[in-house]
């Protein structure tokens, strides 16, 4: 078993960055994929990124590419999402989970997930 706390949510005005953390605890969590999903209001939960247990592979959506970068530190059992040039469509609950893989982009594979943290961006 493993629990994931996010934190770094916030409100911030169009262009400006957010930091997101996750911290996990429990079974060995440097050995597995993790990543980032978001859920805005009305909407279904999707992909935003991933990064492999060795952070040597990242894979992000399409609609982030070039301004969020995922990060983990291993030591730390924490995964970063930087977030720059933020727009209001953005704005979602943002989900940090881990997979029970060393590689995975697919949503059905994560198998851990966080409470979750709002992040808003006005325009």
């Known amino acids: 078993q493993v629990q994931l706390v996010e934190s770094g949510g916030g409100l911030v005005q169009a262009g400006e960055s957010l930091r997101l953390s996750c911290s996990a605890s429990?079974?060995?969590?440097?050995?597995?994929?993790a990543g980032w999903f978001r859920q805005a209001p009305g909407k279904e939960r999707e992909f935003v990124a991933a990064?492999?247990?060795?952070?040597?592979?990242?894979y992000y959506a399409d609609a982030v590419k070039g301004r969020f970068t995922i990060t983990r530190d291993n030591a730390k059992n924490t995964v970063y999402l930087q977030m720059n040039r933020l727009k209001p469509e953005d704005t979602a609950v943002y989900y940090c989970?881990?997979?029970?893989?060393?590689?995975?982009?697919?949503?059905?594979?994560?198998?851990?997930w966080g409470q979750g943290t709002q992040v808003t961006v006005s325009s």
């Open positions: 429990g079974r060995t969590f440097s050995s597995y994929a």
């Open positions: 989970a881990t997979s029970t893989l060393p590689w995975t982009i697919r949503r059905a594979d994560y198998n851990y």
């Open positions: 990064i492999s247990w060795s952070r040597g592979l990242t």
